[in-house]
């Protein structure tokens, strides 16, 4: 086998939500089967490598509950797609062109009203982009890429009581697919004991698929009604990262994300858009102390701004603070020299702050998760005799 090919990369997965006939109230058999084909080509004139392939997907769903959400579908998916880099000198070009075709087979359920049909979607997307590397630890980059994305069914024909999303969800079958435009530029600083990197993006949608109330109550379960509808949307926003090196076992990391974003069919902010947020925290590390070997200590902080700038039927949250705490090492005496044993324990929520992610699909039901602590042990194969 040519070493620049990977002939086949495949995955299954299989989901059902229970098996007991006495609970059928919603029930789901699903499972999904991908598959990938590459080929790496060998260097073109030294400067110019790529990759070749195609990729499929095959999803199957079966509504087998009393309470339908959804009726049964079947998706299959079919792509090729190829990606070229190209160096000259300090500058490095990228560019890729994918083409997928989807086909989602409808299946009849009178309970949900909806009828047997099939619909189809192609599609082709791509993007392109530069590296110029500036100095030796300093260099800027910028991306441009055209997106799609197809209605689910889920978007389409789902009527009910949707459990993981605290609402009674309906569908819109009438809904276009997604296209996307999305433009960012970074600058980039790496060294042996620096890497920092600011970026800015622009991203404008096309047929902006969201879940929107229509201020209705669905009297045998209470929970609000939402409706799937669409606009076009832009978003926008930058980030800043940095890692430093304070001292030899001594690491500080941090950063920023700000996101604004508009629903220019309404001029309103779209639901549920992230809040500007912060994030600092440092790790000490010690090859070994009082016997544990590669043991690490963390503290970090997150801090999110509130976010008032909602859609005129969505709630508004209020900022918050939260301090993280964790430290790992390796089991001594265990494993085969090169891998061994590890434990990690991480406390979320330190301060046990009361608070609402803007995010949370039951923020206007409950709060998050207050104090929260989490013991890892992981066992490599080859550390078992």
């Not at 001029?267 to 790790?283: C, D, S, Y």
């Amino acid at each position: 086998m040519d070493k620049n090919a990977e002939v086949l990369d495949k995955s299954f997965q299989f989901y059902q939500v229970t098996s007991k006939e006495k609970y059928q109230g919603l029930n789901l058999f699903l499972d999904t089967t991908t598959a990938d084909a590459k080929f790496h080509h060998k260097p073109i004139f030294n400067f110019l490598k790529g990759t070749i392939g195609i990729s499929g997907l095959e999803q199957r769903n079966k509504t087998i509950g009393t309470e339908p959400l959804i009726p049964s579908y079947g998706i299959i998916n079919i792509a090729g797609y190829f990606l070229e880099e190209l160096k000259l000198g300090s500058l490095t070009f990228s560019a890729g062109i994918r083409g997928d075709k989807r086909s989602v087979d409808i299946r009849n359920n009178q309970t949900l009203g909806v009828s047997e049909q099939t619909k189809n979607y192609y599609m082709t997307t791509g993007s392109t982009g530069v590296v110029w590397r500036i100095y030796k630890s300093f260099s800027t980059i910028f991306n441009y890429g055209r997106g799609f994305r197809a209605p689910t069914p889920f978007e389409l024909f789902s009527y009910g009581v949707h459990e993981g999303t605290g609402k009674f969800e309906i569908g819109n079958n009438h809904l276009k697919p997604e296209y996307s435009n999305n433009l960012d530029f970074s600058l980039r600083f790496a060294s042996s004991k620096i890497q920092t990197e600011i970026s800015i993006f622009q991203n404008h949608i096309q047929n902006f698929i969201y879940a929107a109330s229509i201020a209705q109550i669905d009297l045998d379960s209470g929970l609000p009604k939402y409706e799937y509808k669409q606009g076009n949307a832009i978003l926008k926003g930058g980030e800043f990262s940095i890692q430093a090196e304070l001292f030899r076992k001594l690491v500080f990391s941090g950063g920023i994300d700000i996101v604004y974003s508009r629903n220019q069919s309404d001029t309103h902010p779209l639901p549920r858009t992230t809040p500007n947020r912060a994030r600092a925290g440092l790790r000490w590390t010690e090859d070994s102390i009082l016997g544990l070997k590669n043991f690490y200590f963390s503290i970090n902080g997150r801090f999110y701004d509130s976010q008032y700038r909602v859609d005129p039927k969505e709630t508004p949250t209020k900022g918050y603070n939260l301090i993280d705490a964790g430290l790992g090492f390796e089991l001594p005496h265990f494993g085969d020299g090169t891998s061994k044993p590890t434990v990690d324990l991480s406390i979320q929520n330190v301060f046990n702050v009361s608070y609402v992610d803007h995010l949370s699909r039951y923020k206007d039901y409950a709060l998050n998760p207050g104090l929260n602590a989490i013991l890892k042990v992981s066992f490599p194969f080859t550390a078992i005799p």
